[in-house]
């Protein structure tokens, strides 16, 4: 007898984990400015690799169950910060529900001393951007609607126009609009047909 | 020729929509989006005030079906296809 396989899906984001080389300034921002618990952590030789460092592996909760973690590793030299586009697009954002929470934690943050943007106003959200101590960007996002079907449908075909373009000689932003286009035709000639 | 843009049809793509047909553009729906079209060889749109920065630089996110010949912080211009240009563009492409 044959069972049918269970369907996977994925619960949400266990951890994310970072490294820091300075772990007086990350407790502190993490349990004071954003107030988040340490919930966990675990102290270690290092056993992973041959050459790898003896380390710290310490957990805070985000909330929902999900945590953010970092690693210091004794005896490893700090690396270059990332130039600016790396720096701005690799970022995490938390999650808030209404512009008053968004507007009360800039108060909260600026009267810690961090540096935060003015709210930007994006398609769907609405965010404030500010650093950590390790200069991982992070941001607060509140949503301006929620996303809905037509939303995932029209990113459908922006990706379908992106992978085609991505993979021609010279991809450019106003080719993959093109392409899109084109998409967005042939679709409508299908259903009306 | 026919010059078009797809917009999709949620509030916040709204105001590019009336841009597009205070510009002459002429309006109606296909499937999620509206489409924006023109006979004309060009189009030329302003942002206005009430657009925000991030929603006017991605106004032409929903498609297009022409060519850019200019996008500012103030003014997307477009031309239709096909002209000169798009044949010089293709024989770049090749």
Same mark, same amino acid.
Request: net charge negative; hydrophobic share 40%; glycine share 6%.
């Given at each position: !007898?044959?069972?049918?396989?269970?369907?996977?899906?994925?619960?949400?984001? @266990?951890?994310?984990?970072?490294?820091?080389?300075?772990?007086?300034? &990350?407790?502190?921002?993490?349990?004071?400015?954003?107030?988040?618990?340490?919930?966990? #952590?675990?102290?270690?030789?290092?056993?992973?690799?041959?050459?790898?460092?003896?380390?710290?592996?310490?957990?805070?909760?985000?909330?929902?169950? $999900?945590?953010?973690?970092?690693? *210091? *590793?004794?005896?490893?030299? +700090?690396?270059?910060?990332?130039?600016?586009?790396?720096?701005?697009?690799?970022?995490?954002?938390?999650?808030?529900?209404? /512009? /008053?929470?968004?507007? #009360?934690?800039?108060?909260?943050?600026?009267?810690?001393?961090?540096?935060?943007? &003015?709210?930007?106003?994006? +398609?769907?959200? +609405?965010?404030?951007?500010?650093?950590?101590?390790?200069?991982? =960007?992070?941001?607060?996002?509140?949503?301006?609607?929620?996303?809905?079907?037509? @939303?995932?449908?029209?990113?459908?075909? &922006?990706?379908?126009?992106?992978?085609?373009?991505?993979?021609?000689?010279?991809?450019?932003?106003?080719?993959?609009?093109?392409?899109? #286009? +084109?998409?967005?035709?042939? $679709?409508?000639?299908?259903?009306?047909? | !020729?026919?010059?078009?843009? *797809?917009?999709?049809?949620?509030?916040?793509?709204?105001?590019?929509?009336?841009?597009?047909?205070?510009?002459?553009?002429?309006?109606?729906?296909?499937?999620?989006?509206?489409?924006?079209?023109?006979?004309?060889?060009?189009?030329?749109?302003?942002?206005?005030?009430?657009?925000?920065?991030?929603?006017?630089?991605?106004?032409?996110?929903?498609?297009? @079906?022409?060519?850019?010949?200019?996008? &500012?912080?103030?003014?997307?211009?477009?031309?239709?296809?096909?002209?000169?240009?798009?044949?010089?563009?293709?024989?770049?492409? =090749?």
């Amino acid at each position: !007898m044959t069972t049918a396989p269970p369907s996977l899906s994925l619960d949400g984001v @266990d951890h994310l984990a970072f490294v820091t080389w300075d772990p007086r300034a &990350t407790y502190e921002f993490y349990t004071q400015v954003l107030g988040m618990p340490l919930v966990h #952590a675990i102290t270690a030789t290092g056993w992973v690799t041959e050459d790898y460092p003896d380390f710290v592996h310490f957990f805070f909760d985000m909330g929902r169950g $999900n945590r953010i973690a970092f690693f *210091y *590793y004794f005896g490893l030299a +700090e690396e270059e910060p990332p130039g600016d586009l790396m720096h701005r697009s690799r970022h995490l954002a938390f999650h808030v529900d209404t /512009e /008053e929470e968004l507007a #009360a934690w800039r108060v909260r943050l600026k009267a810690h001393g961090v540096r935060v943007t &003015t709210p930007l106003a994006h +398609e769907l959200i +609405e965010s404030i951007y500010f650093d950590d101590p390790n200069g991982i =960007q992070l941001e607060i996002t509140r949503p301006i609607r929620e996303m809905s079907g037509i @939303d995932a449908r029209d990113a459908e075909l &922006t990706l379908r126009s992106l992978i085609d373009v991505a993979e021609s000689p010279r991809p450019t932003a106003q080719a993959l609009w093109q392409r899109k #286009a +084109e998409l967005i035709r042939k $679709n409508a000639e299908v259903q009306g047909s | !020729m026919t010059l078009a843009l *797809y917009v999709l049809d949620v509030p916040e793509f709204q105001p590019v929509a009336r841009l597009a047909q205070d510009a002459g553009m002429t309006r109606r729906p296909v499937g999620d989006y509206l489409e924006l079209s023109s006979d004309e060889p060009e189009v030329v749109l302003h942002r206005e005030d009430g657009i925000r920065t991030a929603l006017w630089h991605a106004a032409l996110t929903g498609g297009v @079906d022409g060519r850019i010949a200019s996008f &500012t912080p103030e003014v997307l211009h477009l031309v239709g296809e096909p002209d000169p240009t798009a044949l010089h563009r293709t024989a770049e492409e =090749q």
